[in-house]
């Protein structure tokens, strides 16, 4: 009798004694304090999951910009796993009306699961998901309970244990450096991304890290979930954890069916983790709706949720007094009670492993709300679907054959292709974009301008921070001409880029030329490089393409991580330009004119260059800015003939630091970053135009109106020579911008002679999130001047 019991339990619950405990793996429980994870030994344990147990796939999606593998793990039941070919190929049709009707779609639905991905700390000091992630795993595969059970029944969960697995170990390595000492719990003093840091999710629509393009191509674009889960963490001082409904704004080409859904999930969740006995969760707080960049799914017929739990000092515990608990947030006060913060946290201990469990209660609700609603998910997934296919207004795009800068034109294409949108070829050589398909409204949301609301917090009152940026044109900010037409226009089958030779000029006109160089498109002139000698050539305003010297550029990197300084190594290395990366020590070294010809400060704050970390903020190495030794050496530099650069809020210490005579007549406080200021100017991420200065090296390529991307940006009243300004009126051209009399005639660019040499003030950010090709070219300019 006891063996045919031990039969039966090892037929329900094949190879579970197998599966190997986080305990017995790692050698601890999971969010422990002080301890942290490996990379290699996460997807180990994976590994090790899918050895004992049937339940559970585990594949290499992709590898990193530093090389690790990016896996996701499948899980569901042993038999939806061995058909998931069926599944996906389920998804794959209801994702399509046009090929699927109501009949045949009523069908699927009844036999389809509902596909939900979770994925884990992008953000690689927000930790606790990943810990998360090897629990939440090892007790789907091992605990038998009806909701589990359920679970794996009707859903195909993909976990994503980290989208950012080199993150997980810069992190780790710098608190096991500093466990023990007076910095534990502090953040690396490097990106925990390769090139953009936190900004890896503000990547979902250019697609420009590999992390990004793997988890689109190998789990998006195949599965098409109905819900993906983004697991984040907030700072330590308000809620405990937030849960969607989102706040207002939310992008008006997100479909109104998959809203209400999230809202139903979020406040589900909500629900659970409260009968849970769990304190401090808030809904509809916090967090808008509005940029795509970190929203792919929300456009491709699914629910995008995320969850942000109060942080620890990484895997340190903290004690939070009830006066340290914040006053006010947006949409909820913290310390009282609303409707949407029923129960709040009063303060005390807060630990990882409180994260954990309130992960371990979100994810499992999460999941089994989308088990009891597979069938209305997956038929709202297709309603989406058909309502996209029905847009009628406008009837589609058009991007003309002839633009000023095919290199451009040809990326916008690719990146609209590359989120799965049907791009056909027009019978004039024009691209066009007819609305009638399954993602009509990506394409719409990445080609219109963005008309975002007036949000101030009260009437007269300062303006309502946006979560993100207020604008994502794409065709403004790549400089390409796009149209919406209300008629139906002639085709004649898919669009295909051209493909022309690497180094080769790919046309040229009187005001341009445009080349391919080492596999990237470099758009306008006049730089570009040999792939094969590494020389640059260079183009004056008239007369022959010349060979100059290839310019010895240095990028300011400071030991505050700063994410533009991040990008701006990835355009650089992008478009093939060399360059060496210098600290502190080496600015004020001097003798900086023998070394480089151009010295780069991305968007930064003054103090940050000037001061940095304060000692004792940060172990000794870490601390210091440049300092006023290092000023002057900059200051000397561009006196022997070198060109500094500075980039949006780094202006600042042009100004203040070097002595360029230009009055900002936005003061850093009135830029307004977070909710206080900005009352007479605020610009969160817009769109605005500028007129240029023709016929100057510094604007060769470039037509004589342009938009720029501002982003709390300075501009200026000056004598010195003016690159770009803003005119008198209509300065908006997408997103968000109070106070345009403020900028109204003010210099958003000044090019500034100091002794032999330049310094060059940009205010706006020329090289925005590597999508701003249009003002590249001022940038690029500005490197061989
Ligand atoms: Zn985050």
Known sequence: MKGALSILLAAAWPLAAAVPTPLSYFGHEMGADRTVLDWDRVAGYFQALARASDRIRVEEIGKTAEGRPLIAATIADAETLRHLDRYRAIQEKLADPRKTNEKEAEKLITEGKAVVMITCSIHATELASTHTAVEFAWRLLTEDKPRFRAILRDTIVLLVPSLNPDGVDIVTRWYRKTLGTQFEGTSPPKLYQKYVGHDNNRDWYIFSQPETRATIIRLHNVWHPQIVYDVHQQGAY?????????????????????????????????????????????????????????????????????????????????????????????????RERSWNYLEPWTGGRWRMRDIVEDQLIAWESCLYNAALHREELLRGFYRVSQRQVARTSPWGFVVAGTQRDPGATRRLLETLRFGMVEIEKGSDGSAVIPMQQPYSGWAKALLERQQYPNDLLYPGGPPKRPYDVTAHTLPLLMGVQVEAVNQPVPTTGEWAPATPASGEILAASDTDTWLRVNGAWQSGKPVWRNSTTGDFAFRPQSGNWKRVERPRIALYQGWMPGMDEGWTRWILEQFGFAYTSVHPKAVQAGDLRQRFDVIVFADEPASAIAEGYRKGQMPDGYTGGVGTKGAEALQRFAQEGGTLVFLNNATDFAVERIGIPARNVTSPSSRGANTGGGREYYSPGSLLNVKLHTGTPLTAGLPAEITIWS??????????????????????ASGWLLGEKVLAGRAAMIDAPVGRGHVVLFGMRPQYRAQSYLTLKLFFNALVY
């Open 238 to 334: 308000g809620s405990r954890i937030f849960i969607p409904p989102w706040l207002d704004p939310t992008e008006p080409n997100i479909d109104p069916i998959l809203m209400q859904e999230t809202n139903m999930m979020g406040t589900a969740m909500a629900a659970d983790l409260t009968l849970a006995g769990r304190k401090g969760v808030a809904i509809h707080a916090a967090y808008d709706f509005w940029t795509p960049s970190r929203h792919y799914q929300a456009f491709h017929g699914g629910i995008r949720l995320l969850s942000e739990s109060a942080s620890a000092r990484l895997a340190t515990p903290i004690e939070v007094a009830p006066e340290q608990i914040e006053a006010s947030s947006l949409g909820y006060r913290p």
């Open 711 to 732: 982003e709390h940006s300075p501009a200026w009243d000056t004598e010195l020579p003016v690159v770009a300004r803003y005119p008198e009126s209509g300065l908006l």
